[in-house]
């Protein structure tokens, strides 16, 4: 397999169509498997696996591709949960969310909601990115974890909207032309949105951009030596990522139909890095298997103890030490 | 006699209480190899780390076609054509030795935010690449991974690197650091093809190398610039051979 070249992002390489086909075979599949199983819950599990893989690969782009350890990015997560939640909050109880100096009223429209709930993402990133990038190491992964901590504690003052406790939403926003409250049909477009940023990620990692991107991981004075400064390509990145996790934010508001300030904890961000680790770490495909494992695990180990983690914990270790590059390594996914 | 491409003057360089560059002045002709020898210790790696803008000179200034670079960015240089090789190799090993080089022209053609063109396979910047590659001698390593390649290897590849980025000034950090017999006569023949179509400061040990290829060498001790001349006349120079040589031949005949 190792011999199809247009599949390969450098080592480590993408696995080829051969795990790509087939699952995304099973991915289309899932809601007549649990038709039939007559367990719609699996449904729900399988969407949320999806939208934890978007988030989890989000991260991958910064964490993997590009070197840069976050350890806040469920804040941009929530943020964009919030954002949905917030405005639909505001149209159901008609109170505008702004009266100066324009009126903005609630929404519960996606066309509206979405880009507005990806945009406060995507803005939040670039301000964090903007002051953590000018540090390194450590201290970037203590600030990124500062910002989230902070984001966090002002989700939970919010007391207009259920500060520690979240909120509920009515229901899920409105997409013309598409009844997102049908099951089947938000799981399609989670699916969907999840395997056109996976090709984003896929274009990204191979252009200019990605070069660069991946150049800095490797060896950045190398860069600076090329005459390419990193700090802006390395703020795109982490704008870009942030608002990638910022439309998994709203896919979470949307499908849990509530938000509370869990959604941005640390706990979180830790839960995307542990996917990550355990998918394979700047690999393409490695957060989203990273994501259905963990999942599964929390779900089934969950349902024999609350003490679960005692177990996961020893597993993610046991990775880290004898299996560099996660499942997406043990895959078969080979190196050059 | 038209402008020299690099002036240096009354560079100083202090860490603490130690002077690594003393008061230092030298210019590079256009088109010159220019040698900068000295004994271990002598500051010639901080000279190149100044003039490449990795580091910044306490004071003094470099001037390159005239303008003051000697407070510019590393990545402003390279733009305006300064490029360096490193004395320790330093490059991207995951990436192939192809893209290594590409990313050099890359940098050179304009800024990188381009997000969705695959630019690993574009022979816009693969086929620079690929020239730049077999004029080291490193064409048929094209898809091995640079952590890969051999040491010596890895030393050519830097010089390929270099040329990728169509310096205007090459400054070259012992680009025979470590290598072989045979790897050093490969570099110095590819100096010597190179000689004459680019300005280079050449920092190199070897001595039979510097004498052989450089128009012009300065000596540096203790990093002052005691001397500055044509190899005949360093050679014959008493405080060069003082300060340098005269120790080199000592330790020779000894051996």
Known sequence: ?336 | MSRPALEVEHLNKFFGALKATDDLSLTVEVGELHAIIGPNGAGKSTLISQLSGQLRPTSGHIRFFGEDLSRRSMACRVQRGIVRSFQITSLCREFSTLTNVALAVQARIGHSFHFFRNAEDDPLFTAPAQDALERVGLGHRAHVAAGHLAHGEQRQLELAIALAAKPRLLLLDEPMAGMGLDESMKVVELLLSLKGHYTIVLVEHDMDAVFALADRISVLVYGHCIASGAPERIREDPAVQDAYLGEDEADARSA
């Open chain 1, 1 to 336: 397999m190792s011999k199809i070249p247009f599949l390969r992002i450098g080592p480590p390489a993408i696995p080829a169509f051969f795990w790509a086909v087939p699952l995304v075979v099973v991915l289309l599949a899932v809601p007549f498997i649990c038709e039939a199983l007559g367990q719609p819950f699996y449904l729900r599990v399988a969407s949320r696996i999806l939208i934890f893989a978007l988030a989890a690969s989000s991260l991958n782009l910064v964490l993997g591709f590009g070197g840069m350890v976050s350890l806040g990015h469920a804040a941009f997560v929530g943020i964009g949960s919030y954002v949905v939640a917030v405005l639909a909050w505001h149209l159901s109880n008609e109170v505008p969310v702004l009266t100066w100096p324009i009126v903005i009223e609630g929404t519960t429209n996606a066309a509206l909601a979405w880009p507005a709930a990806i945009g406060a993402s995507a803005l939040a990133a670039f301000v964090v990115g903007a002051i953590s990038l000018r540090t390194t190491g450590l201290y970037f992964i203590m600030i990124t974890l500062a910002f989230a901590q902070m984001i966090y504690y002002y989700a939970v003052s919010l007391q207009q909207y259920g500060g520690d406790d979240g909120m509920k939403m009515r229901g899920r926003s409105v997409l013309p032309g598409l009844d997102l409250a049908n099951r089947t049909t938000f799981y399609y477009l989670v699916l969907v949105a999840l395997l056109l940023c996976i090709a984003f990620l896929f274009c990204l990692a191979r252009s200019r951009f990605g070069l660069v991107i991946r150049g800095i991981r490797q060896n950045e004075t190398r860069m600076r030596a090329l005459g390419i400064e990193p700090y802006p390509y390395q703020l795109t990145c982490f704008t870009i990522s942030g608002a990638m996790a910022g439309f998994a934010g709203v896919l979470m508001a949307n499908l849990d139909t509530f938000v509370s300030p869990s959604d941005l904890s640390m706990a979180r961000s830790d839960e995307l890095v542990a996917m990550i680790l355990l998918g394979g770490v700047g690999s393409l495909w490695g957060p989203p298997l990273g994501a259905a494992f963990y999942i599964l695990a929390q779900l089934g180990l969950g349902n024999l103890t609350t003490h679960w983690p005692l177990a996961f914990g020893p597993a993610l270790i046991i990775v880290v030490l004898f299996a560099r590059r996660g499942l997406v390594g043990i895959f078969g996914e080979r190196q050059r």
